[in-house]
């Protein structure tokens, strides 16, 4: 997708390999296991029914880390960015709102980012989506996990 077509309505980001490969094979696998768990239990069928439960708790877990770890980039390039667009002073009180809503005002364009963050420290921006929705240039993200 090019950066001029991002917006709200597009910008959510599907992993293809993840979405439609890993987590539809384990979560099938799951489900094998607790049917032959359910049909014949035995220990056998209970030692696949957890190595399942292990395996889907591992692709969940794999990506929350990666997202994580995505949010805290996002957080330190926020941060910059602030500090080269905004006031000194709103840069600062903008560098302390909670990651859930700077992740969402990286998508703001530099003109319009320090009206957004009155908005979001004054209270009538509240969720991440609120923020997104409020945006008029959309600055694109093209490199998210």
């Keep these: 997708m090019s950066e001029a077509?991002?917006?709200f309505k597009n910008h959510a980001r599907f992993h293809p390999p993840f979405h439609y490969v890993?987590?539809?094979?384990f979560v099938f696998h799951f489900v094998w296991t607790a049917r032959g768990m359910w049909r014949q239990p035995s220990w056998?069928?209970?030692?696949?029914?957890?190595?399942?439960i292990g395996l889907l708790a591992l692709a969940v877990v794999s990506r929350t880390s990666a997202l994580k770890a995505q949010d805290?980039?996002?957080?330190?390039e926020e941060r910059l960015r602030y500090a080269?667009?905004?006031?000194?002073?709103?840069?600062?009180?903008?560098?302390e709102l909670p990651v859930g809503k700077i992740v969402a005002l990286?998508?703001?364009?530099?003109?319009?980012l320090a009206g957004l963050v009155g908005q979001?420290?004054?209270g009538q921006l509240k969720s991440g989506k609120e923020i997104k929705k409020s945006?008029?240039?959309?600055r694109a993200d093209t490199c998210r996990v």
């Design 120 to 122: 979001v420290l004054s």
């Design 84 to 95: 080269a667009v905004l006031p000194p002073d709103l840069a600062a009180r903008a560098s």
């Design 135 to 138: 945006i008029k240039n959309w």
């Design 5 to 7: 077509g991002q917006n």
């Design 22 to 25: 890993v987590a539809p094979i």
């Design 72 to 76: 805290r980039t996002i957080r330190l």
């Design 106 to 112: 990286r998508f703001a364009s530099d003109g319009e």
């Design 44 to 52: 056998n069928s209970a030692e696949a029914l957890l190595v399942a």
